[in-house]
């Protein structure tokens, strides 16, 4: 069992930037792929960013390279989502989960912990 908590979001103009991060609970942090998800109301949970089990390997969406960065802590058990010059259009929940598999998936259904999501608003 796998506990994730996010915090960073909140409230921020065009062109800021945010740092978000997820802490999880449990001693095996570094058996999980992390990712982001977010989603913006009366839209589906789309897929942000997620980074392997030992850091080594991301990938992004197309939506979002070059300004968001995913990093993990495994000693602090932590994953980071750093976001920079946010657009109105990434205004979402931003949701942390874990995926036990060794293939980096970019779909929802296959991670198995969730957090409850941090609020991401941006501002024109």
């Known amino acids: 069992q796998v506990q994730l908590v996010e915090s960073g979001g909140g409230l921020v103009q065009a062109g800021g930037s945010l740092r978000l991060s997820c802490a999880a609970s449990?001693?095996?942090?570094?058996?999980?792929?992390m990712g982001w998800f977010r989603q913006a109301p009366g839209k589906d949970r789309e897929f942000v960013a997620v980074?392997?089990?030992?850091?080594?390997?991301?990938l992004y969406a197309d939506s979002v390279k070059g300004r968001f960065t995913i990093s993990r802590d495994n000693a602090k058990n932590t994953v980071h989502l750093q976001m920079y010059s946010l657009k109105p259009e990434d205004t979402a929940a931003y949701f942390c989960?874990?995926?036990?598999?060794?293939?980096?998936?970019?779909?929802?259904?296959?991670?198995?912990?969730w957090g409850q999501g941090t609020q991401v608003t941006v501002s024109a």
């Open positions: 989960a874990a995926d036990h598999s060794l293939v980096l998936h970019t779909t929802a259904p296959e991670n198995q912990y």
């Open positions: 980074i392997s089990r030992s850091g080594d390997n991301t």
């Open positions: 449990g001693h095996t942090f570094n058996c999980y792929a």
